[in-house]
């Protein structure tokens, strides 16, 4: 018992009510209290006279601080999840999730643009051919239209040969070295000194490679050469123009080695015709 | 406007409605305790203003740490004016307060002067006539220190220039003096 008044009276159970004790202190006085009743029962008075003590020395806060802490402590009230909480409206806003629709939009695209590639490539090939067949047929007709625009060319020159009444016509006759059926027209225009050939009315047997038929005018008696010509299969309509002779008194043709010579060789003469 | 009649419950009551977060139970807990805090918060801050925020602080923390307080660790006011006394001296001695404090420095002077000349009414001092009479001058002021300043008794020691042996006996034979007044 000693003890305990000694404990007592050491004036820790003051410090332990106001709260000056370290943390060991603190358990060892809760032990003490929890063992011995004399303890606790001076414990029991320390507090409560403190606490009268602090009644006494009471400061009535105003009136409004009463509304201001409840306020503070409703509010706090409220944040604490031992009161029930208002059952909140289940809404019914779930909405079940359709699966989404298997999308075919990119596969039908993708084999239409496959299709549609095929089928282009069919069309262009067509295409590239008629355009073929319509370039070789341009070709075809190009070089027929120059055909017939040569031909008509040369109508045109043979027509205004024809046409022209400065040109006189000499017909030559075969010799007795040619068929009876022999003959050639020389169109002459002593205006123009020109001699032309019309290679259709050239009547006369083929010529051989090694030779040539050349043309003669005989001026003052003696001959000039007009220059060499052939006489082929093919039917020549050209015109031909011959060298230019001034004031021939008769044409002839002889047949020449090719190439013709610088004399006629007078053996072979053909045809003659004079002016 | 008349006067609210206060809500007084015994202790058990009390302790068990808070423990149950029974709304009537804050508002007995004010009406019984906040006087009695406020007046213990009020000496160690002479602001009212600041001295209201810590009655709020106190309040809001009684509330949220209630389940920490069991009856066998003694009474409810306890318990409650420990925590009043830590708020207000931790409010005492933060940075802001301090700040507060210096801006306010010959304000404050004045004040402190009035009060020791005893010029400034104060009512709530009234009541305490005959303990002031009953407590001897020198437990007095180890009261004051310990109870009102915050000193711990070792700091008290030190304030004072006193052994702490003195200090714990001058601090026993106060609250002696106490009970002896009460009963």
Redesign the interface.
């Known amino acids: 018992m000693e003890d305990i008044k000694a404990y007592i009276e050491s004036g820790i159970l003051e410090l332990y009510v106001l709260g000056d004790v370290s943390p060991a202190e603190k358990l060892q006085v809760e032990e003490m209290a929890s063992k011995h009743p004399a303890i606790k029962a001076e414990l029991e008075e320390i507090e409560r006279s403190m606490e009268l003590y602090a009644a006494e020395n009471a400061i009535e806060p105003t009136e409004h601080m009463r509304d201001r802490i409840l306020n503070s402590l409703v509010v706090n009230l409220a944040d604490d999840n031992n009161f029930p909480t208002k059952a909140k409206p289940v809404k019914n806003n779930v909405v079940t999730l359709t699966p989404p629709k298997q999308n075919n939009f990119y596969k039908y695209a993708f084999a239409a643009c496959l299709a549609l590639l095929i089928a282009s490539v069919v069309v262009v090939v067509n295409l590239s051919n008629k355009l073929d067949n319509a370039n070789t047929q341009l070709i075809a007709l190009n070089s027929t239209n120059q055909h017939f625009t040569s031909t008509v060319k040369f109508m045109d020159r043979q027509l205004s040969v024809y046409r022209d009444p400065s040109f006189k016509f000499i017909k030559l006759n075969p010799t007795v070295h040619a068929p009876n059926t022999a003959s050639i027209v020389v169109a002459f225009n002593p205006e123009k000194k020109k001699v032309i050939l019309d290679m259709a009315n050239v009547d006369m047997p083929k010529n051989d490679k090694g030779h040539q038929y050349q043309l003669w005018a005989i001026v003052d008696k003696k001959p000039v050469s007009l220059g060499v010509f052939d006489k082929t299969d093919a039917d020549s309509v050209e015109m031909k123009e011959m060298g230019s002779v001034v004031a021939p008194q008769a044409f002839a043709v002889t047949l020449e080695p090719r190439g013709g010579s610088v004399n006629p060789t007078m053996d072979e003469m053909m045809v003659i015709g004079n002016y | 406007m008349t006067r609210r009649s206060k809500i007084s419950l015994s202790e058990e009551e009390l302790v068990s409605a808070l423990k149950n977060?029974e709304?009537i139970a804050?508002?007995a807990l004010?009406?019984m305790y906040?006087?009695?805090?406020?007046?213990?918060i009020?000496?160690i801050i002479t602001d009212t203003a600041t001295a209201?925020d810590v009655?709020?602080e106190t309040?809001?923390k009684i509330?949220?740490s209630f389940s920490s307080y069991s009856t066998?660790?003694?009474?409810l006011?306890?318990w409650m004016?420990?925590i009043a006394?830590?708020l207000a001296i931790d409010k005492l001695r933060s940075k802001d307060f301090k700040n507060q404090n210096k801006n306010q420095e010959l304000e404050n002077n004045v004040t402190f002067i009035d009060e020791q000349r005893n010029t400034v009414y104060k009512p709530?001092?009234l009541?305490?006539k005959d303990?002031v009479q009953t407590l001897k001058p020198e437990q007095k002021l180890i009261?004051e220190l310990?109870?009102f300043k915050g000193y711990?008794?070792v700091e008290a020691a030190d304030e004072l220039g006193i052994p702490l042996g003195t200090i714990?006996?001058r601090?026993?034979m106060a609250?002696l003096q106490?009970?002896k007044?009460?009963n």
């Open positions: 977060r709304k804050v508002e004010y009406d906040s006087s009695s805090l406020f007046g213990v009020s000496r209201e009655l709020q309040f809001v509330w949220h066998e660790k003694g009474r006011f306890t004016v420990n006394r830590h709530e001092l009541g305490i303990l009261l310990v109870y711990t008794h714990k006996t601090l026993r609250i106490l009970r007044h009460f």
